[in-house]
């Protein structure tokens, strides 16, 4: 494994290969302050509109139609996600108490519509998906979504989002961060990232994808960080928190799992690729555990 400050530093162009586990490693360290966080986001800019996606696309022509679904049902989720992400965060930046949770907050607004702008130049230069905009592109994925990703992304963060831009009390902002930063950043779109870049590296595909998306991972380390800090020094300053986030993850979890699904329940999703359900379901709620103990609240009590 890599020292975790070569990947801080690696630039897009040699991102493609660094192992997506020593990205995860940046996340599993204790998360600095929000300072710190923001002059990480200072030295870590990356320009999706530079990435060169000929190879990807001859790739792409060349998988079986199979393994094309099966990435384009994990593929759509985070292109929709990303734009999920952009466009609820607003209300989570005008709420948070200090100035430096905002001037954070609000590199990660900017990195969430980077990654929606990386997902859509995949698709339309490299998938060939056709359309005017990205508005038409983005609504030809909803086919491709399971039942658990829309109740997560579509009904369930919009919801928390609206609830924190209505009562902008710290109990809304911390159901909120939860649900945003630690069960869909730090444990779900973690566990799809991590599988789905080590089979493209394995397999020495989609170079220019796995550029941007490796880069995408590096940002959410530090929009984990930030989350996971959030949380742990709430619970600090009042330890009835932890018992809020408790609850809110014995009502997450089980959504949040859904997502592993396939769609409609078809197993033959899962056919082509080298990871099947437990693998995902495994990991996911082992990075779930690691959150939780960097937040310092014990789920067992
Ligand atoms: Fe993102
Ligand atoms: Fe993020």
Do not use: C
Request: proline fraction near 5%; aromatic fraction near 10%.
């Amino acid at each position: 494994m890599n020292d975790p400050s070569t990947v801080e530093n690696t630039e897009l162009n040699a991102l493609g290969d660094v192992p997506i586990d020593d990205v995860v490693a940046l996340m599993d360290r204790p998360a600095p302050d929000y300072r710190e966080l923001y002059y990480r986001w200072e030295r870590q800019q990356w320009e999706a509109g530079s990435i060169d996606f000929m190879q990807d696309r001859n790739d792409w022509l060349a998988f079986p139609d199979d393994l094309k679904r099966s990435f384009l049902w994990g593929l759509s989720s985070f292109y929709v996600g990303e734009e999920q992400v952009t466009h609820t965060l607003v209300p989570f930046v005008d709420a948070v108490p200090t100035e430096e949770q905002q001037v954070f907050l609000s590199t990660q607004l900017v990195d969430e519509a980077r990654h929606t702008v990386f997902f859509d130049r995949f698709y339309s230069e490299a998938l060939d998906e056709q359309g005017n905009d990205m508005n038409s592109r983005l609504e030809r994925q909803s086919g491709r979504l399971n039942s658990g990703f829309r109740s997560l992304l579509l009904e369930m963060l919009p919801a928390a989002a609206e609830k924190i831009r209505v009562d902008k009390t710290l109990d809304a902002l911390v159901e909120g961060i939860v649900l945003y930063h630690i069960v869909i950043e730090g444990t779900l779109a973690l566990t799809g990232q991590r599988f789905l870049l080590n089979y493209l590296r394995e397999s020495d595909v989609l170079p220019g994808f796995r550029q941007g998306f490796t880069a995408v991972a590096r940002d959410e380390s530090r929009h984990v960080n930030f989350g996971v800090r959030f949380l742990g020094e709430a619970v600090s300053n009042e330890p009835r928190f932890a018992d809020l986030i408790r609850r809110r993850l014995e009502e997450l979890t089980p959504v949040g799992l859904s997502v592993i699904d396939p769609p409609d329940g078809d197993a033959s999703y899962f056919d082509p690729l080298p990871y099947g359900p437990e693998q995902l379901t495994e990991y996911a709620l082992s990075s779930l555990d690691k959150r939780l103990r960097a937040m310092g609240v014990d789920l067992a009590a």
